[in-house]
C-alpha cells in the first residue's frame, strides 16, 4: 500500500514555472514507477510524465516534452516534475500516481493515486 500527497501547485502567468512535489509513505517506494496525470475541467485525464522505480528511465507526453522533467529520490520517498515555460493548456488538476508496472503511461496501470493540486495558468 503507498499513500501519496502532492503539493506545490498554485496559480502562475504563462511562460512561469512551478515545481510539484509528490510524498509517498510506505517503505516500498523504491519499487514503484512513478507518473503525473492531469485532469482539465470537462476534459478526461491525461498521461503526462513517468518515470521508472530507479529514475532510468522516463516517458513524456508529447504535449509537455522539452519543457516538464520528471525525477525521483527514493531515499526521500518523493516524486517531482518541473514544469517550465507553463502555457493556459497546462492548466488542470495535477494526481502523482503509483504503479506496479516498470514504468506506464497509462493511467489504467496505476494503482495508487494522490488527492491532486491544482494548478493554474494565466495567460
Known amino acids: 500500500q503507498v499513500q501519496l500527497v502532492e503539493s506545490g501547485g498554485g496559480l502562475v502567468q504563462a511562460g512561469g514555472s512551478l515545481r510539484l512535489s509528490c510524498a509517498a509513505s510506505?517503505?516500498?517506494?523504491?519499487?514503484?514507477?512513478m507518473g503525473w496525470v492531469r485532469q482539465a475541467p470537462g476534459k478526461e485525464r491525461e498521461f503526462v510524465a513517468a518515470?521508472?522505480?530507479?529514475?532510468?528511465?522516463?516517458y513524456y507526453a508529447d504535449s509537455v516534452k522539452g519543457r516538464f522533467t520528471i525525477s525521483r529520490d527514493n531515499a526521500k520517498n518523493t516524486v517531482y516534475l518541473q514544469m517550465n515555460s507553463l502555457k493556459p493548456e497546462d492548466t488542470a488538476v495535477y494526481y502523482c500516481?503509483?504503479?506496479?508496472?516498470?514504468?506506464?503511461?497509462?493511467?489504467?496501470?496505476?494503482?495508487?493515486w494522490g488527492q491532486g493540486t491544482q494548478v493554474t495558468v494565466s495567460s
Open positions: 518515470i521508472s522505480w530507479s529514475g532510468g528511465n522516463t
Open positions: 500516481a503509483a504503479s506496479q508496472h516498470p514504468i506506464s503511461d497509462s493511467a489504467a496501470e496505476y494503482d495508487y
Open positions: 510506505g517503505r516500498t517506494f523504491s519499487s514503484y514507477a
